[in-house]
């Protein structure tokens, strides 16, 4: 027996595949969302991984660094470094901001780091490690900075010396490195006429300002334009001790918030990307649904364009279950060039995309068996207008 | 089993709907055509051709009556046949006023469909097809499309369609209707030709004045019932 949907599709290719393209266009745009869904998680992956610590610990009662603010005492990391089954301890900052290069500004994660410490990106893909202690930074490719650019953060301009690359933050922003002290002033420090006017107003407080005590005034100025704060202390614990151990021990003895990275991934997977997960979820309802609507109309279109030839093929005996499974090779047909045409799509404007999208071939295998469910889901309705239609329709005007 | 006949009615009625708004379409129809003979069967529109044209082929059901195919009884009062698509398949072939081809087969799978959907192997469905097709002079467009043909060309397909699985009877509703004289009775010759080849039963609705005076046997249907007429029976060479 021959194939009809087959011999039909090949009538009418070119509509058939039209058709296809602007339903693959369709499920390149379904997959897209997917993978930046998938992007997003693994940002989050990326990093913990990066950052190349087994505990992060944060000011008490805090999601932080990356879910919520965290500010701790720069001098915490001590104390750390001396508990047992702890092998690093390191101060970092992160500040989420626009850096100005030139007339443009470009939004990044600024990470204050110290050299050879958790929280230094891990590799290079061109120019040399910070070498100095200031006005020196590392950025990574997705910036667009390139090795020698001036880049301003706040008050100062800095050198790019290297460039790294998938150092992004969970919010798929590129990070900047910056030398630990640089990056605490430009979080905390304030701009001149704000430090004047702050000076001025202490000294105009009776209560800071003693005329009895000598030295208390400059020692309150001195404490307002410096600062002592990071935003966490990234821990990497002994060969062979367990993390979640230390990091008991941490929140029990120094009143800190001490999370594992299985923590860290949940908050940032969880809690941080939790609700634009929803919202990309959504999308894919939606454009699934739509994916369907749009099935459902072209089958049940070119099926009723076919009425005639049905009645006549029921006339002539065709079995019920011959032209339903027409009806129903042609949608498959089209899931399948719709879904080629939309794999190949993705993976073509997928780099595009300024956040990084992952396409996982797993997505894929799932896109499949979801686009062809739908495409069978959507041919029932014109499947049921075939099975309706009466043979006798052929007879007579 | 009476195996001189193609097809043989008695008595057959139809009625629509039921109560004060009830239609007798067909009231006591007889009828019988013989294998090879080709008759007419005409009336003024809404006189029930169609609707006879229907329960023989049976796509409707009748109130009552009896009929015969082959000889075999396969309606008495009821369907006596379980499966009226395979009815329809083997032993009724249909021409309609429209070539109704499928657009998308070509010209030899328009006509091998109705054996493959017999089941026959596919080649010897094709082999079947193209000697139809060379029967009724269609052979050098075997493997065009059907759009590619005229509508001579077209019709002669939809014949070669109807004898594919050798059915003992062909019903034809209307099938010179949108042709000129002269391949009008150029289908009727091809159909009285097909009928003593292959033995075939042959029924003729037809409104067209110009094949009228080619059937022997008419049957003329008025008010839902049939009246015998011997017809000119003018020659077709």
Known sequence: MISLAGRDILHSWGKFVLTGLGLGLLIGVTFTMAGVYRGMVDDAKVLLNNSGADLWVVQKDTLGPYAESSSIHDDVYRGILGMPGVAQA??????????????????????????????????????????????????????????????????????????????????????????LKDAQEAQFLKDNDAIVNERARTAANPALNRPGVPGLLDAINASQTSNHNVNAVLVRVAEGRSPEAVAQDIRRWKHLQAYTRAQMEDILIAKLIATAAKQIGMFLVILMIVSAAIVAFIIYTMTLGKIREIAVLKLIGTHNRTIAGMILQQALGLGVIGFIVGKIAATLWGPLFPKYVLLLPEDAARGFVVVMVVCTLASTLAIRAALKVDPATAIGG | MDKGIGIHIEGLSKRYGAGDTAVDALKEVNMSVAPGEVVGLIGPSGSGKTTLLKCLGAVIEPTKGRMTLGGEVIYDNAWKISDLRVLRRDRIGFIFQAPYLIPFLDVTDNVALLPMLAGRPNGEARARALELLQALDVAHRAKAETSELSGGEQQRVSIARALANR?????????????????????????????????????????????????????????GRTFEEAGEGRALE
């Open chain 2, 167 to 223: 059915p003992p009877v062909i019903l034809a509703d209307e099938p010179t209707a949108p042709l000129d004289s002269e391949r009008a009775l150029a289908v009727m010759r091809i159909l009285n030709q097909m009928a003593t080849q292959y033995q075939t039963a042959i029924i003729v609705v037809t409104h067209d004045e110009k094949i009228i005076p080619t059937f022997r046997r008419i049957y003329n249907i008025r008010d």
């Open chain 1, 90 to 179: 390191a101060n970092v900052t992160y500040l989420t901001m626009q850096v100005r290069k030139g007339s443009t500004d470009v939004r990044a994660m600024v990470v204050g780091f110290e050299p050879a410490q958790p929280g230094e990106p891990g590799y290079l893909v061109a120019g040399r490690r910070v070498t100095r202690g200031h006005y020196e930074a590392i950025a990574d490719v997705m910036s667009r900075f390139h090795v020698g650019d001036r880049i301003r953060i706040r008050r100062h301009d800095y050198t790019v010396v290297g460039l790294t690359r998938r150092m992004v933050s969970s919010g798929g922003d590129p990070m900047v490195f910056i030398p």
